[in-house]
Nanobody, 117 residues
Framework: VQLQASGGGLVQTGGSLRLSCVASGRPFISYSIAWFRQAPGKAREAVSCISSGDAIKYYRDFAEGRFTITRDNAKNTVYLQMNSLKPEDTANYYC???????????RGQGTQVTVSS
């Protein structure tokens, strides 16, 4: 599976962005897709995941209530809608695919999100 993330950019505190993760190469519907992020000098952290099949959604505490993950299997795309962004959300965001949620069997290039104060 090849993954490509896009949609990052520079926004002010309180702003919104929608990230997209487009997959190709293998049946998309078979994979759970997760978003991770990594800020300079920090360890990567999981953000959110949507499972294959029944599309169960998982969020880390900092994302709950602000971020929404969805998937469109017809378009082989997973979206991450991010609202009420904070400077601490600044990071490189990338998507991964695996059979279980947060499994990173495949990883795509990231997209930079910068939130100014």
């Amino acid at each position: 599976v090849q993954l490509q993330a896009s949609g990052g950019g520079l926004v002010q505190t309180g702003g919104s962005l929608r990230l997209s993760c487009v997959a190709s190469g293998r049946p998309f519907i078979s994979y759970s897709i997760a978003w991770f992020r990594q800020a300079p000098g920090k360890a990567r952290e999981a953000v959110s995941c949507i499972s294959s099949g029944d599309a169960i959604k998982y969020y880390r505490d900092f994302a709950e209530g602000r971020f929404t993950i969805t998937r469109d299997n017809a378009k082989n795309t997973v979206y991450l809608q991010m609202n009420s962004l904070k400077p601490e959300d600044t990071a490189n965001y990338y998507c991964v695919a695996g059979y279980g949620c947060y499994d990173d069997d495949y990883r795509g290039q990231g997209t930079q999100v910068t939130v100014s104060s």
